[in-house]
């Protein structure tokens, strides 16, 4: 809303009059018409309204990130979206874990093989495994706040889409506009 | 059954004809998943969206966007985005951790095989192999331990 009078691309593109306290002005400048068209496609202007009207004004500039890389990904892939980023995402968290585990095991294995002491004692890696099993269940890990095991139980269950460009920088720093 | 009609239909209070797209995905015992898609999407768009998938991929791009829509609803402001950058962490922590921990298992082999190659004369040198030595050989790999 910076030059005056001139419509931010929303009004521009929904053939209407920039109010001064138009909603979609402070996020959709007019010299990124791709913007606004993308979100508009998949979720509606008026959809996208009611959800900025609904937040608060500090974090309605995250949620229009957050909603036009989300219209970027149904674009691209029109039937997963951004599910099939979060399904392959999920299952590289699953394989990462199986892999500490064992390696894991194997480091205790070889720690109690350098303590002559406590050699007698020493459990098999089968046995060790299943002891990091249960405190992985108490660890960071696998304890995040969103509890991600359960986020698929029916969706996507070969996730033949990877999203190449998932950096922060292109979550947040800049909007992805294809 | 007096009435047939989807979700969807029931919702926007009309005929749900035979060729009901939405019927298929939206079945009248689940008003929650066309509810969530109608807010977030609107229920034409998401006619509009399904009518230009393959019948074959339909069902899952229904529960796609339910999801999303869901998740959009749980979170106002970050929706699907905000469990993927968490995953992504997740997934470079638990990147980080490996790479320490095979580092460790690298150590600890290498420290055997010097004890191995020579029994009896070398045993004092092998105790020389300490953490200092490995990360200077090492300098790649141990920097992510600091």
Known sequence: MGSGNSPCASCKLLRRR???????????????????????????????????????????????????YEANARVRDPVYGCVGAISYLQNQVSELQMQLAVAQAEILCIQMQHEPSVAAAIPNPQQIMEFQEQNNNNNELTHHHHHHHQYLNFAASSSNVIHDSLSRETLFGHDMVS | MISGRCAACKNQRRKCPSDCIFSPYFPANDPQKFACVHKI??????????????TYLREQAANALYLEAKWR????????????????????????????????????????????????????????????????????ITSWFN
């Open chain 2, 41 to 54: 999407y609107g229920g034409s768009n998401v006619g509009r969206m399904l009518q230009g998938i393959p």
């Open chain 1, 18 to 68: 920039c109010a001064k306290d138009c909603i979609f002005a402070p996020y959709f400048p007019s010299d990124d018409p791709q913007k606004f068209a993308i979100v508009h496609k998949v979720f509606g202007a008026s959809n996208v309204s009611k959800m900025l009207q609904e937040l608060p004004i500090h974090q309605r500039a995250d949620a229009v990130s957050s909603l036009v």
């Open chain 2, 73 to 140: 609803i749980d979170d106002p402001v970050y929706g699907s985005v905000g469990i993927i950058s968490s995953l992504y962490e997740q997934v470079q922590n638990a990147e980080i951790e490996l790479a320490k921990i095979q580092a460790q298992i690298a150590f600890y082999k290498l420290q055997t095989q010097h004890v191995e190659a020579e029994p009896n004369s070398e045993v004092l040198q092998s105790q020389s192999i300490t953490m200092e030595q490995f990360e200077s050989d090492n300098p790649t």
